[in-house]
């Protein structure tokens, strides 16, 4: 089984009206609520291609339970850990009129310390040998080694993570060392210091992270990606296409790269898929998934090389 853990989870709301009039009724003439966050769109890929997975992370008040519904509405199993405050909300008004956005935001909640224990009980209930994708940002408040901890913890157990994250998370997670991760270039270049754009510059800095993690995939946005393990170094070359909305399109490609490695896939065939995931997503609009016929139809064009 799949676990991905999304720690910071949101309820997006997306309100239409013609014109915002302040000091009057204003009637809306369109309403989308969504769950949003990394490891749920991992989640959404997975079942897409028609794999299973389990999310978990934090979820408190009315907004969190609308949340888990929404999951459960979509097929995504869904386990978070019950928190006192409310779940992150995001609301957009979208005036049709004016085509403008105004974008309100809830205060991130903190989980206390009984709250966190009660998520590391559901950590320590994960079967051993499965696999966990970790991804997002760790609410403030927590520490910043959480994510390390968590992954040296599920080590232990030969279970294993696939990690993307981003600055101090990410530099002390790559220390823990996960299986798998998945930076993106400027991501890598803040982890690094450096200022790598090409796949031969690439390559060199991940040599200094390569003792503490078996495989590496850099995304390059509408370049592709590029992969590194001891099987061999590929850059994966997608096609053309214009895009819509880039918005999840690294959080797709772990989905595909995931669901391929968990089924005993090599690394240069997870690759493939990753990369035809992340740029399916880019012909949705904002907030929706790569579709498997999509996926299916890039996987075809897209271009693998060893270097």
Do not use: H, W
């Amino acid at each position: 089984m799949i676990y991905t853990i999304t720690l910071d989870p949101m309820l997006d709301r997306i309100v239409r009206v013609e014109e915002l009039v302040y000091d009057d009724v204003n009637y809306i003439a369109e309403d989308n609520t969504r769950p949003k966050g990394k490891g749920i769109d991992v989640s959404r890929v997975i079942k897409e291609l028609g794999g299973e997975s389990i999310s978990l992370g934090f979820a408190g008040g009315y907004a969190g339970l609308e949340l888990t519904d929404l999951l459960a509405a979509e097929g995504i199993e869904a386990d978070f850990t019950r928190i006192k405050n409310e779940t992150l909300s995001s609301f957009t008004i979208f005036q049709r009129k004016k085509k403008l956005r105004t974008l309100l935001y809830t205060p991130q909640p903190v989980p206390d310390q009984s709250e966190i224990d009660a998520f590391g009980a559901k950590m320590d209930a994960i079967p051993d040998g499965s696999s966990v994708v970790i991804s997002g940002n760790i609410p403030s408040g927590m520490k910043d080694s959480f994510f390390a901890d968590l992954i040296m913890n599920l080590k232990k157990r030969s279970i294993k993570v696939y990690f993307d994250s981003d600055r101090e998370a990410l530099k002390l997670g790559v220390a823990a060392g996960p299986y798998m991760i998945k930076p993106n270039i400027f991501e890598l270049n803040r982890l690094a210091g450096s200022r790598a754009a090409e796949p031969e510059e690439i390559k060199e800095i991940v040599k200094l992270f390569q003792n503490n993690v078996e495989y590496i995939v850099v995304s390059l946005g509408a370049r592709g990606a590029v992969g590194f393990s001891k099987e061999g170094n590929y850059y994966a070359k997608p096609p053309g296409v214009k895009v819509r909305n880039s918005s999840g399109a690294g959080d797709s490609l772990l989905g595909g790269f995931v669901s391929v490695m968990t089924r005993s896939g090599t690394f240069e065939e997870s690759l493939k898929v990753g990369v035809a995931c992340g740029t399916a997503a880019t012909y949705g609009v904002s907030g929706t998934v790569c579709s498997k016929n999509d996926i299916n139809n890039i996987k075809e064009e897209v271009i693998i090389e060893k270097f």
